[in-house]
């Protein structure tokens, strides 16, 4: 049956009727809704694991017991995920087991630009990448395929544009695919030295058979042109772009296997066109592939190596017409992003900036602290970086930061990685303060579930981890809890907590604004007689605030009555 479906959408679709079991993620935008999808299906276990490697050892387990297995991520997660990737290239696998990582070109939703065909390359692992919706279904299959005949995981990457665009796909039956008996292989499967060195040559044939496939495989294919002046190697979105410009003017060697890559494949066609222009998004992979094969190819110094490409952008570049913008006579304001009316996380930072403290930041939603009025937020780098970068930064400067330096965290996040880091401040105490934003969801990447909310990926309720007794069992004494709607409690706990010379934790508890089950008291009302126009209320940038003639002006239809603004106004003017 046709139907249009969103790639992930598809991706999943795809593991569905491969006959996957088993899939383990970690939500990253923007790979999450494949795993969410995939939930869907009745026939596969899926789960919400704490990180991305744990997901990747989790499907890793599965593939061994003999089950077709799935992780996914974004494609910094699959930095979290690079220990057992690089190992499990060695050991190969018993059923197929696939790994989707989707990059961010462009940046909507990461902290970096990172081209995810270097890990590929580097662990030595097959990686496929679909350019619509139709090849995300239809490489998912095939992925099991591959993995299952060469012993390897298998890597497909997506991006924002294929994970998050609508193509027409068909759907098939689902294939239920044997059980693989498991049986102890020592030698395959235990990476100590002596079995790890015979691996390797297992590996290297892996690769040069691999690539034997690339060059006869459909999945690397040529769309004539009549114009061969020109020969275009692309993948992925990139595809896409040139086809809309270029139309079958000119021969496309079009590559859906993207490591290993083809050598005679690529040098038959570039044999065939007056030259050959390399369009791929991020790094030079093709274009140096091409070069070091002895094929002269131009690619980056025309399209560089920043951001997403566009049609437009190929058009100008390629030196067809570009097309037409309509643009508005009105200067639109900008609308740079904000948290949410009603977001429990601006208090803390309220506070936080009021006593002009340090905060070491980290990855979530809550990152938006570091935009004004707040401006609490000093650095941001990857996920549970605050806790161990806090930890650095108050053990070498001593006391002359540690009582005015903190680090905030999700409660999502510090389940990922930030517990580990405060077993380094438990353990080699320094006198820390961290602050757990405990908003009760993954709220970043659209409201998923993780280990400290009670429930499960399919919302069944499941074992809560306590992060009170958590914390407490690592070694941490002081343990607080504050309302952050409460800005007097904020400030009190955090002025009591960096007092004291040992580590202490701070959680910050109430749950997210948009949540479906959480109960707004109801918008609050700005009296016009009692404000003066002192813009107090403006500093904690709730976006249901504005000014009007001088006065405060309240938006109902935003406002959750979250009353943070109330206590910041002398005259009473706001309640």
């Known amino acids: 049956m046709k139907q249009l479906m969103l790639g992930n959408e598809a991706f999943a679709r795809g593991l569905y009727e491969a006959g996957c079991s088993f899939v383990s993620s970690y939500p990253g935008t923007p790979s999450t809704e494949i795993t969410e999808f995939s ?6 276990y899926a789960e919400w694991a704490p990180n991305e490697k744990v997901a990747m050892e989790s499907a890793f387990g599965a593939s061994l017991a003999g089950y077709r297995s799935f992780c996914g991520m974004k494609h910094v997660g699959l930095n979290v995920a690079a220990d057992p990737l690089f190992t499990i290239s060695y050991t190969g696998v018993n059923a197929g087991m696939v790994i989707a990582v989707a990059d961010d070109p462009g940046m909507h939703s990461s902290q970096n630009e990172q081209d995810s065909r270097h890990y590929a390359i580097a662990a030595k692992i097959p990686m496929l990448e679909p350019s619509d919706s139709a090849e995300a279904l239809k490489f998912a299959k095939l992925a099991y395929e591959i993995s299952e005949k060469y012993d ?3 890597i497909i990457k997506m991006c924002t544009r294929v994970a998050h665009s609508q193509s027409i796909i068909e759907t098939n039956e689902r294939s239920e695919v044997p059980v693989k008996k498991y049986e102890k292989t020592p030698q395959k499967y235990i990476m100590m030295p002596a079995y790890a060195k015979a691996r390797h040559p297992v590996v290297e044939a892996r690769t040069a058979a691999l690539t034997e496939l690339a060059e006869v495989s459909d999945l690397n294919r040529i769309d004539e042109g009549i114009d061969k002046s020109v020969g275009i190697i692309t993948s992925s979105t990139s595809y896409q772009y040139v086809k809309e410009v270029c139309a079958d003017k000119y021969p ?13 494949k690529i040098k038959d066609f570039a044999a065939g066109v007056g030259k050959v222009i390399v369009v791929e998004e991020l790094d ?7 070069k070091k094969i002895g094929v002269n190819a131009t690619g980056k110094e025309l399209f560089g190596y920043i951001g997403e490409f566009s049609q437009n952008l190929i058009a100008e570049k390629l030196g067809f017409e570009t097309g037409e913008f309509s643009t508005l006579d009105v200067n639109i304001p900008a609308r740079p992003p904000v948290m949410c009316a009603g977001c429990p996380h601006r208090g803390l930072f309220y506070t936080l900036r009021k006593n002009k403290l340090n905060v070491i930041g980290d990855i979530g939603c809550y990152t938006l602290g570091a935009v004004a009025p ?15 970068g806090l930890h650095g930064f108050n053990k070498i400067s001593g006391e002359e930061h540690e009582a005015k330096t903190v680090a905030v965290i999700g409660d999502s996040t510090f389940m990922h990685s930030g517990v580990t880091g405060l077993i380094n401040i438990a353990y080699n105490e320094s006198a820390s303060t961290v602050i757990i934003l405990d908003n009760s969801i993954t ?3 659209g409201h998923q579930q993780n280990p400290t909310t009670g429930y499960n990926l399919k919302g069944d309720p499941c074992t809560k981890i306590n992060l009170e007794s958590l914390c407490k069992s690592i070694g941490i004494k002081r343990v607080r809890v504050v309302d952050p709607y409460n800005l007097q409690e904020c400030d009190t706990v955090i002025k009591e907590e960096l007092a004291a010379n040992e580590p202490s934790v701070i959680i910050s508890r109430r ?16 009296d016009p007689d009692k404000c003066i126009g002192c813009k107090s209320c403006m500093r904690i940038g709730c976006p249901a605030i504005s000014i009007v003639d001088g006065k405060a002006v309240i938006d109902a239809t935003l406002c959750t009555g979250c009353k943070i603004c109330s206590q910041l106004c002398a005259k009473d003017a706001l309640g």
């Open 39 to 44: 939930a869907k299906y009745k026939e596969i």
């Open 152 to 154: 390897t995981p298998v």
């Open 252 to 264: 496309v060697l079009k590559l859906g296997l993207i490591n290993p890559l083809p050598v005679k």
């Open 284 to 290: 030079d992979i093709i274009e140096t592939h091409c």
């Open 374 to 388: 707040l401006s609490a937020v000093d650095t941001t780098i990857c996920m549970g970086a605050s806790v161990s």
């Open 443 to 445: 709220g970043m990447t």
């Open 511 to 526: 749950p997210c604004a948009l949540l479906k089950y959480v109960k707004h008291p109801g918008p609050i009302k700005a």
